[in-house]
């Protein structure tokens, strides 16, 4: 009791009444807790700035960053892409030397972005060199959740911090960040860090980074060669502004204006696509390079997602695009880095269930049936 008389805790006013009992009973209860949670006997010494770092990144609200649907919107109703934060490399006598098992690659199956990172690490045979976790396909508001806080089939706990959300991976590496809480993400294991967090970049890394350590047939797989490397840009450039990012701009358009500006420019540039990959199995020289890479990821959702859910539906792949679905479904059905790292569950569930502005009872549609053809 003497503790409980000098401890500042507010003693609960109960009225009398039918339940009294039970009620001061459950209020000694209670008072009882709260001492012994005050009370705990010891506390492991921390440092300031850990503890200032915890409760930044536990308290301070990041709503605006972690939760889409509380995205700001241009004035003129269109999207724009933010540029990505972090932006080291992977290089001999550099900060962020090429070792086996010290980087961690998180994605999401759903994240075309993200995706192009897996399909890269694993033409390169980088599988034992960077491990993977996948998050749930549930990007709610506090952004995408590990499996322990939400257990979706196919996503992965955090294995070095057991984080909830990917933001608490940012918000460890900088608890004043403001961005928005991206994957894919490049995590240095040995620092503690956010290596990059750019796909077009960590592709051009796992391409290159390694080959000194990897075998002579995977060390010759050049996504990226130097006699391609100005048409590969070239390409890159158009590709990423009105398909890559084209597919977004319409999906997020907020007026009807913003919307067609970007359709158009999308359809035009599949149009010149269908053109280039006439009676081609690649879209630059004859071989496989990153710009099929980056293309596939979005020409692969394409069907199954913008159409419906991003309003892309002035024709689709299968039916509209007959080089292009060749293309794509060559690169699916005959090279496992496409259809290892493509999972349909992950990228139907992700769009029409994270974007409530978009879609509010976030009814995923059964079709099309099946999401890709055969050959
Ligand atoms: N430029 C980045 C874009 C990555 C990106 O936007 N990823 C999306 C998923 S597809 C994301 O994580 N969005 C979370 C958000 O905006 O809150 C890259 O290519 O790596």
Redesign the pocket.
């Known amino acids: 009791m003497n503790q409980l008389r000098s401890s500042r805790l507010p003693l609960l006013r109960i009225q009398p009444g039918p339940s009294t009992r039970y009620l001061r009973a459950a209020a000694i209860k209670l008072q009882v807790n709260r001492l012994s949670s005050l009370s705990t006997p010891f506390q492991p010494p921390q440092t300031r700035a850990h503890i200032e770092r915890r409760s930044m990144s536990t308290n301070r609200d990041v709503s605006k960053?972690?939760d889409?649907s509380k995205?700001t919107f241009e004035a003129d109703g269109s999207f724009k892409?933010k540029?990505?934060s972090f932006r080291d490399f992977i290089q001999k006598g550099g900060k962020f030397e090429p070792e086996k098992g010290r980087y961690h690659l998180y994605v999401?199956y759903?994240?075309?972005?993200?995706t192009?990172t897996l399909i890269v690490r694993k033409i390169k045979g980088l599988e034992d060199f960077i491990d993977v976790s996948v998050v749930s396909p549930h990007?709610g508001a506090h952004?995408?959740p590990f499996a322990s806080a939400d257990a979706f089939p196919g996503a992965d706990n955090d294995p070095l911090f057991n984080a909830q959300h990917?933001k608490d991976l940012y918000l460890r590496v900088n608890p004043d960040y403001e961005g928005?809480?991206?994957?894919?993400v490049l995590w240095d294991k040995k620092t503690s860090t956010i290596v990059n967090?750019?796909?077009?970049e960590?592709i051009r890394m796992f391409n290159s980074a390694f080959n000194d350590q990897l075998p002579a047939d995977r060390a010759a797989i050049d996504l990226y060669p130097e006699s391609l490397r100005k048409e590969i840009d070239e390409i890159n450039d158009w590709v990423y502004d009105t398909v890559n990012n084209g597919v977004y701009k319409a999906g997020f358009a907020t007026t009807q204006t913003a919307y067609e500006a970007a359709v158009k420019p999308l359809f035009e540039s599949l149009d010149r696509l269908e053109k280039i990959l006439e009676g081609k199995d690649y879209l630059v020289g004859d071989q496989l390079t990153e710009a099929d890479i980056r293309l596939f990821v979005t020409i692969v959702r394409f069907d199954p997602v913008y159409v419906g859910h991003f309003k892309c539906n002035i024709r689709t792949i299968r039916d509209g695009y007959p080089a292009i679905h060749r293309w794509l479904r060559k690169l699916y059905w005959n090279n496992d880095a496409f259809s290892s790292t493509c999972n349909f569950d992950h990228i139907k569930t992700h769009y029409y269930w994270s974007h409530p502005h978009i879609n509010p009872h976030r009814i995923v549609p059964v079709g099309p049936i099946p999401n890709i053809l055969p050959l």
């Open positions: 960053w972690s889409i995205s892409r540029p990505s999401s759903a994240c075309p972005w993200a192009r990007m952004g995408w990917i928005r809480f991206t994957v894919p967090n750019e796909s077009s960590i």
